[in-house]
């Protein structure tokens, strides 16, 4: 006896949803990661250039996730490559610190380069640090898939992770615009 090779059980597959239309999730959705234990804060026209706009997402441990914002100047190309050699001496992936207090970090100044990016257009642009502190790590990954910076700036994209002073932390925070503030500013312009 034959053994059927596909079994019917009298469902229509047309008649059946996708399980995106059968269960409705809009309420009571818990909060994402970035969303539970980071605050969105924004930096605009750092070191006085228009539309160097970056994103700075805070955590309550004071860490600083350093991104794109959407209103950087770099929103809309393709790059090409990132330059992490960022002078003679320094190269933002050879980054090397230990133990709590990130011994051998190297120090950013808000307005320090942090990578060089090429553009398909010939551009060349300078990612600048939003923030002061110490350089806790680069995003090796943008080496490989320089345009997840673009694609993704809040996730696998985001530049460099910095960490301030804790006695300049507050001052740095209330420096920034808030999610709001941005959001204002940007509707505006």
Known sequence: ?????????????????PIERSVDIT????PTVVQRYFESRYATNVND???QDYSVLIHSNNLCILSLASTHV???KTIDKIDFQVSGNTDRLSNNMTGKGKRGAQI?????TLCKVHC????????????????????SKLADTPNIMLDKPDDLGFIAIVLPQKQ?????RDGLLTKEQYTNRNSTV
């Not at 950013?108 to 320090?112: E, F």
């Not at 110490?134 to 995003?139: F, R, T, Y």
């Not at 300049?168 to 740095?172: P, V, Y």
């Open 74 to 76: 770099l929103m809309g």
């Open 120 to 139: 398909s257009d010939g551009e060349e642009h300078k990612i600048l640090s939003a923030i002061p502190g110490k350089l806790v790590q680069m995003n």
């Open 1 to 17: 006896m034959d053994k059927p090779s596909v079994y019917d059980f009298g469902i229509d597959d047309d008649s059946v949803p």
């Open 49 to 51: 250039k228009p539309n």
């Open 168 to 172: 300049r932390f507050e001052k740095i």
């Open 108 to 112: 950013v100044q808000a307005g320090s």
């Open 27 to 30: 309420e009571n959705v818990p």
